[in-house]
């Protein structure tokens, strides 16, 4: 075999693989409304050039997404972080110029985003729940059953978890944000969460593991996506951590929240072989070999967003 024809065998091989592959223009996530990515709790914005939803603004934009990431506690009480996160949201519309927003939170940050869109629906299009704790977290419980309200070994782990909460606004470089760890696990708790519910129960099913309306009656699209696995990667550290928490939750889990709990809205899928770092992409890109990767994901959801002009 000549030298020409392995060149022309290749460039034919290349142009196949290349018509085989799904082809998208760079304005594919390009929705009506910025989409605004809320972290969770001991989140943060970006850490030493590393986001918490890793890579994942950066494949939005490259597809003409419009994309922010608020400033919120890294730990406080869901409405003290759907306050913070409302004033973002205003900021964002002044600085876009845009009438609404998408809101899309992982864990703690989607019942910081469903707070936002309950107060003023005005200012939203639509909420995604990724992971988000919407019914309770069985790990939240453990540790406040493990830890006796006003005791001395509370007040140990609150302040080591207000260190941890501070440091990371400041390495972030939100040191003004108060932190406040035992209202944020309060807040993650069954019950914390069902009273949540009960003041804002846009989106939420009427019974748990149940279905809601994509659009609410205040006319707030509602959708949501979780993982169903621990371990998923054995060169991810978090894993270990995951796999025992996961050993308080009965039923599917991501390790911190049941699939149950994650529902919320339009379920696209509560499923996905992911723990719940993995749902955003965490850590550094580690993921199940044979699952979707998560940047994918969230890539098909701004096209739907696109796709409902929203």
Known sequence: MTFRSLMLG?????????????AYSNTDSQTRYPIVLVHGLFGFDAILGIDYFYGIPQALSREGATVYIPSVSPANATEVRGEQLLA?????????????????????????ARYVASVAPHLVASVTSVGGVNWGSEVADALRGVLEPESVSEQIAADAANA?????????????????????TESLTTAGTLAFNAKYPEGVPSQYCGTAPMVADNGVYYFSWSGRRQVTNLLDPSDPFLAITGLVIPGEDDGLVSSCSSRLGYVINDGFRMNHLDEVNQALGLHHLWETDPKQVFLEHARRLKSLNL
């Open 10 to 22: 290749s460039l034919l091989l290349a142009a196949t693989v290349a018509t085989s592959l799904p």
């Open 88 to 112: 973002e949201v205003e900021r964002i519309l002044a600085l876009s110029g845009a009438d609404k927003v998408n809101l899309i939170g992982h864990s703690h940050g989607s019942p910081t």
């Open 164 to 184: 941890l909460s501070g440091l990371l606004a400041l390495l972030s470089g939100n040191s003004d944000l108060p932190a406040d760890s035992i209202a944020a």
